[in-house]
């Protein structure tokens, strides 16, 4: 029988939701892995390698599906997992260590956006407050954080608000960038690895629904993870879109497309897009292994495009070996 070694990330005690929804991956997975006929382990992630890797060579797996999402609580490390795989030489899902690591750091990420000729918001340092325009509005984001981990309303400044740097003065400047605020519409675009490339699933946009004149739409840590909040409630995923839209919708595949082409993506992927007014887009980040439990935007554009979650993993298994 074939073996399939779960990885996740190490799980830290008071664990809040963001974090341990990776269980749920994990559990997802598992199924899908039964049901294709392996015999599944679980393990997790830590930054004692040499752990790791004794325990993935008694297990000695055919195939390692990677849901390490952080190392050390740490977004930015989590390339560290494909790279000891790799160094293993063992198939491994989702995306390189390589892309891992640029696509976990937003700054690194946007610069290879402008070599890619990909469009993506104008940003600078959060030590470069004197570039600040007042007549815009911005938003502060954690560089190397996910799940919008730092991300809220909170960070959204107009460019002349001193109140700016107040919040840099309470946060680390380093560990944050300032990006031009995008006003429009947002996407949520899904990719998964195929026979001849990445291939588009089903565009969905996130819808903010009844938001107060002014207040930012932002899908920060609340819209994600909090239930009982106005931000969860309010913000709503659809996969329903007027015909008008047609063009829009092929430009942002087309953008996404490009993505997992430039960045050497694999297996599965959710592209953030934003529109300016004048329905311009820009790609607000690449989530390389994004989340797969049942209720997230990759789990949700398979199921709009009619695919077995099964199936889904059992493409993402080839993908690796292609
Ligand atoms: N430049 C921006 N303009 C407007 N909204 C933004 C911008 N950057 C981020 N956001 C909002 O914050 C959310 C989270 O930002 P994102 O860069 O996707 O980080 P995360 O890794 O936390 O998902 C986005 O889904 C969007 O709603
Ligand atoms: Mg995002």
Redo the contacts with the bound molecule.
């Keep these: 029988m074939k073996k399939a070694l779960i990885i996740h990330n190490r799980i830290s005690e008071n664990a809040l939701q963001d974090e341990l929804d990776v269980l749920d991956q994990v559990g997802v997975v598992e199924k899908a892995f039964t049901d294709l006929g392996y015999e599944t382990f679980r393990d997790d992630f830590d930054l004692n390698m040499q752990r790791v890797k004794d325990s993935i060579q008694k297990i000695d797996p055919h195939f390692i599906f990677n849901l390490v999402e952080t190392v050390d609580g740490k977004?930015n490390l989590s390339f560290m997992a494909p790279a000891l795989f790799e160094n293993m030489n063992i198939p491994f899902s989702g995306s390189g260590s390589f892309a891992m690591y640029v696509t976990s750091n937003?700054v690194l990420t946007k610069e290879s956006f402008i070599n890619s000729g990909i469009p993506t918001?104008e940003?600078f340092s959060a030590n470069e407050l004197n570039k600040l325009n007042p007549a815009k509005r911005?938003?502060v984001?954690?560089l190397g954080?996910?799940?919008?981990?730092?991300?809220s309303e909170e960070g959204?400044f107009e460019g002349n608000d001193p109140k700016i740097k107040d919040f840099l003065k309470n946060n680390n400047p380093n560990e944050f960038f300032i990006?031009?605020?995008?006003?429009g519409r947002?996407f949520?675009i899904s990719v998964i690895g195929g026979k001849n490339g990445g291939c588009v699933l089903p565009p969905a946009e996130?819808r903010f629904i009844d938001f107060p004149e002014g207040k930012?739409?932002?899908?920060?840590?609340k819209?994600?993870w909090d239930e009982d909040s106005f931000e969860y409630k309010n913000t709503v995923r659809t996969f329903d879109f007027p015909e008008s839209d047609k063009e829009l919708l092929e430009k942002v595949k087309q953008i996404s497309l490009n993505c997992w082409n430039k960045f050497n993506l694999k297996g599965y992927v959710r592209v953030?897009i934003?529109l300016d007014e004048k329905n311009n887009p820009?790609v607000?980040?690449i989530?390389a292994n994004p989340c797969i439990s049942p209720d997230a935007g990759f789990y949700a554009a398979c199921k709009q495009a009619g695919l077995k979650f099964t199936d889904v993993i059992s493409e993402i298994i080839h993908d690796a070996q292609r």
């Design positions: 977004g937003k918001g940003w911005y938003i984001k954690p954080e996910d799940g919008s981990v730092g991300i959204v990006e031009e605020y995008i006003h947002e949520n996130i930012p739409h932002v899908l920060g840590y819209s994600k953030d934003r820009y607000l980040e989530n």
